[in-house]
C-alpha cells in the first residue's frame, strides 16, 4: 500500500516537474519574442517622436522671417517640416508577446495620426494670411499629442521589459522631449480654458 503511495506522488512530482519545465519555457520564449519587438518598437516610435517634435517646432518661419514668399514680395508663414510618414511596422513583431492594452494603443496610433491630419486640414479654412496661426496652433498640437502618446508607449515597454533609456532622442541631460511635449500640450489647454472662461464670462454679460 505504501509503495503504492509512494509511486502515485512520484508520478505526481513528475507529471508537476514536466508541467512546470514547459510552462516556464513556454514563458521564457514569449518573454524573449517580447523583448525583441519591445526594442524594435521602441526605435520605430522614438523616430515618429522626433519627428513629432520637428512639426512642433515648425512655426512658419526661417530664420526669425517667415518662411514663404509671394511674388510681389509679401511675406507668410509656410511649413518647414514635411509631415511625418504613416507609421508602418515590420512583419518580425511577435504582437502576441505583448501585453494586449500596449498593443492597442500601438496599433490605434496610426488611425489618430489620420484624424490629426483631417483636422489639421480643415483648419487650413480658418487661417487667415500672413502667419496662419489656427493652421500652425493645429499642426503643433496635433503633433505634439501624438509624439507624447509615443513616448508614453515608449516608456511603459521600458519598464515591462527592462530595457535601458539610451536612445539617440536624449542628446543631452537637459533635453526631455517627453517634458517638452507635455509643456506643449499644457499651453495649448491652459489657452483654450482661458477662452472658454472668456466666452462663458461674455456670454453672461450678454444674458444679463
Known amino acids: 500500500m505504501n509503495e503504492a503511495i509512494i509511486g502515485f506522488a512520484g508520478v505526481l512530482v513528475g507529471s508537476f516537474i514536466t508541467v512546470f519545465k514547459d510552462l516556464w519555457t513556454s514563458y521564457r520564449e514569449r518573454y524573449k519574442e517580447g523583448s525583441y519587438s ?24 526661417a530664420y526669425g522671417r517667415p518662411a514663404g ?26 504582437w502576441r508577446s505583448l501585453d494586449e492594452g500596449i498593443v492597442h494603443r500601438i ?24 502667419y496662419y496661426e489656427d493652421y500652425f496652433d493645429a ?19 521600458r ?26 500640450i499644457q499651453k495649448f489647454d491652459t489657452e483654450r480654458a482661458e477662452l472658454d472662461a472668456w466666452r462663458a464670462e461674455k456670454a453672461k454679460e450678454v444674458a444679463t
Not at 511675406?75 to 511577435?94: K, M, N, R
Not at 495620426?113 to 487661417?127: H, L, Q
Not at 532622442?169 to 506643449?184: C, R, S, V, Y
Open 38 to 61: 519591445a526594442i524594435r518598437l521602441i526605435s520605430i516610435l522614438e523616430a515618429y517622436a522626433d519627428r513629432c517634435i520637428d512639426i512642433v517646432y515648425d512655426d512658419g518661419t
Open 69 to 94: 514668399r509671394a511674388d510681389n514680395g509679401e511675406e507668410y508663414a509656410e511649413a518647414q517640416e514635411e509631415t511625418p510618414s504613416p507609421l508602418d511596422f515590420p512583419d518580425d513583431i511577435v
Open 107 to 130: 496599433v490605434a496610433l496610426p488611425n489618430k495620426a489620420r484624424r490629426t491630419n483631417r483636422y489639421i486640414g480643415m483648419s487650413v479654412e480658418g487661417a487667415s494670411p500672413p
Open 139 to 157: 499642426r503643433q498640437e496635433g503633433y505634439a499629442r501624438l509624439g507624447a502618446e509615443a513616448l508614453e508607449i515608449v516608456g511603459e515597454l
Open 159 to 184: 519598464r515591462r521589459f527592462r530595457i535601458s533609456a539610451n536612445s539617440g532622442i536624449h542628446m543631452t541631460t537637459e533635453w526631455d522631449p517627453a517634458a517638452f511635449l507635455g509643456k506643449t
